[in-house]
């Protein structure tokens, strides 16, 4: 049995497959075929954090997939009042068909996949978010971006940081990440991601320069400065984080067609100015939409991937 809790556990062939299934049933849904590839299969969904897209997009995913999702907030179940990880996991996992967590700790993460009896699936960590970066990645492939590319990330060094450093040390394309001192990514992450590298050719660079890091990137990408959590460092990170944000004159470095990305929510005159987020928008909810369509095609694919 697979989880999907964050891409260091798959191959490059793994998430291409994945892809090739999400842009076959994203053409199904826009032509309004809901095959149910897992009739009656009950999606169990934690939520320890907020959440838009991650919510709506699995709860429709597993809806239009012939199965059900349950709505769980770790403030109305017992695991908010400290029920260990492990009892809930052991619990839900005999009940329901397949789970989603969204939570504080890639440890805990695991420790609740190692007892489950069914797949888990990352709907964002602290360390990760792996699938937003699948959405991220089919919105590229559909914005014609995917050869040649080079991604710069400007930026805090979080947990979209380590998923682009996942996704591009296992698939092989360039990535710069630009990040303020004392917000640099992981350095475990950092050197797994260029074990990967090695492998796969893609070249990785570090640095605390956004100007260097978006010159001839096709994709630019950011996210917001103050993650969920953080709220108490929202003034140190506001002033720490001066310089960075994703303007037109960044833009004008990069690629003369470049796109784009933003996982969402977007902060407008922090991170990104109103200007770009709204001239890439068309780009911007096409990768919102894509997490639909992607997270269906992981959900099948974990289904397609049990042992029994
Ligand atoms: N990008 C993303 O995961 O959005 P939500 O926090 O709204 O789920
Ligand atoms: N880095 C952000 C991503 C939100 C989708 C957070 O963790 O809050």
């Known amino acids: 049995m697979r989880h999907f809790l964050t891409l260091k556990d798959f191959s490059k062939e793994e998430i291409l497959e994945i892809i090739d299934l999400a842009i076959v049933i994203k053409k199904e849904t826009k032509a309004k075929i809901f095959k149910k590839y897992m009739p009656n299969q009950t999606l169990g969904m934690i939520f320890e954090k907020s959440s838009t897209r991650t919510r709506v997009s699995f709860e429709t995913g597993i809806y239009q997939l012939g199965g059900v999702g349950l709505f769980l907030s770790s403030n109305d179940i017992q695991l908010g009042r400290g029920e260990p990880i492990k009892d809930t996991s052991r619990v839900i996992s005999r009940m329901v068909d397949m789970i989603m967590i969204r939570n504080d700790s890639q440890n805990e993460l695991e420790e609740f996949s190692r007892y489950s009896k069914v797949p888990v699936i990352n709907g964002l960590t602290?360390?990760?978010?792996?699938?937003?970066?699948?959405?991220?990645?089919?919105?590229?492939?559909?914005?014609?971006?995917?050869?040649?590319?080079?991604?710069?990330?400007?930026?805090?060094?979080?947990?979209?940081?380590?998923s682009w450093l996942m996704l591009s040390s296992k698939l092989g394309f360039d990535l710069n990440i630009a990040t303020p001192i004392g917000y640099e990514v992981d350095s475990e992450i950092l050197a797994m991601a260029q074990e990967f590298a090695k492998i796969s050719g893609a070249t990785i660079t570090i640095s605390n320069d956004p100007k260097a890091a978006v010159a001839d990137a096709s994709v630019v990408t950011t996210d917001t400065w103050v993650s969920m959590g953080q709220e108490a460092q929202k003034e140190k990170r506001l002033k720490d984080f001066d310089g960075y944000i994703v303007d037109d004159a960044l833009m004008s470095l990069a690629r003369k067609d470049a796109i784009f990305l933003h996982c969402l929510p977007a902060y407008r005159g922090y991170e990104v100015s109103e200007e770009v987020f709204e001239s890439?928008?068309?780009?911007?909810?096409?990768?919102?939409?894509?997490?639909?369509?992607?997270q269906k095609a992981i959900m099948v694919w974990l289904d397609q991937n049990r042992d029994n």
């Open 126 to 162: 602290d360390k990760f978010h792996p699938v937003q970066l699948m959405a991220d990645y089919l919105t590229i492939i559909e914005a014609n971006k995917s050869e040649n590319l080079k991604v710069a990330y400007v930026g805090d060094g979080n947990n979209m940081t380590h």
């Open 280 to 294: 890439h928008s068309d780009v911007i909810f096409n990768e919102a939409e894509n997490r639909l369509h992607v």
